[in-house]
């Protein structure tokens, strides 16, 4: 059964460093999602991303996050300037019939900043 | 501003019995919803969802109800599993609620 893998399952990086989280999405998948969940709190959207461009975002993606499709099957989550508080769990995800529909975790990527 | 509310953070119930999990929204505008489920160390999975134009969607053991008037919907699991201990969300558009523990006792 096709499924949405991300790599790496556990990044730790030093505050103030670029870090890049990857997904590939489940191939014939046409919407592509970033959330996270910070430890012991709920799952947050961050950007939905369709035809090669954002579609629709939350508060939380601020001129740090960028999103990008580089090269037809990944897609990755690029934060500029890690912060402390960005600590948390990455889910990436993917969907086939509209944005707000079923969507196909990956699981996840653990992002650690020190 | 919880635009999708889950209010009782756990749930426990003996093997073979109903589970009830309910989730509350405050935004009029959604109009399809969704559960997942999830274990730890894994990513939500998708299980069952609703439009808001029916008020009763099923897939085996499990039924979502939707009362569009109250703004209420109900995941209903029959008969519970002891696998299906997990953490349960209800979710509108991209807003997840905060989630359910759900404990099946064997």
């Known amino acids: 059964e096709p499924e949405v893998t991300q790599t790496p399952s556990h990044q730790v990086t030093q505050m103030g460093q670029e870090v890049i989280l990857r997904c590939v999405p489940i191939?014939?998948?046409?919407?592509f999602y970033w959330y996270r969940q910070i430890l012991g709190q709920k799952v947050e959207f961050l950007v939905s991303?369709?035809?090669?461009?954002?579609?629709?975002k939350s508060e939380i993606f601020d001129d740090q996050f960028s999103v990008e499709r580089p090269d037809g099957s990944n897609f990755t989550l690029k934060i500029r300037s890690t912060k402390l508080e960005d600590s948390a769990m990455y889910f990436c995800?993917?969907?086939?019939?509209?944005?707000?529909?079923?969507?196909?975790f990956g699981p996840g990527t653990r992002l650690t900043v020190l | 501003d919880q635009q999708v509310k889950q209010n009782s953070p756990s749930l426990s119930v003996q093997e073979g019995r109903i589970s009830i999990l309910n989730c509350d929204y405050t935004?009029?505008?959604?109009?399809?919803f969704l559960w997942y489920k999830k274990y730890p160390a894994e990513g939500p999975t998708f299980l069952i969802s609703?439009?808001?134009?029916?008020d009763k969607n099923e897939d085996g053991r499990f039924t979502v109800f939707l009362n569009k008037s109250a703004k209420h919907l109900s995941l209903h699991i029959v008969p519970s599993q002891p696998g299906d201990s997990a953490v349960y969300f209800c979710?509108?558009?991209?807003?997840f609620g905060p989630g359910t523990r759900l404990s099946v006792l064997p």
């Open positions: 995800a993917s969907g086939t019939v509209s944005a707000y529909n079923e969507q196909f």
């Open positions: 191939s014939n998948h046409l919407y």
């Open positions: 991303f369709y035809n090669n461009e954002i579609s629709e």
């Open positions: 935004n009029s505008m959604f109009d399809y």
């Open positions: 609703i439009s808001s134009i029916k």
């Open positions: 979710a509108a558009r991209f807003v």
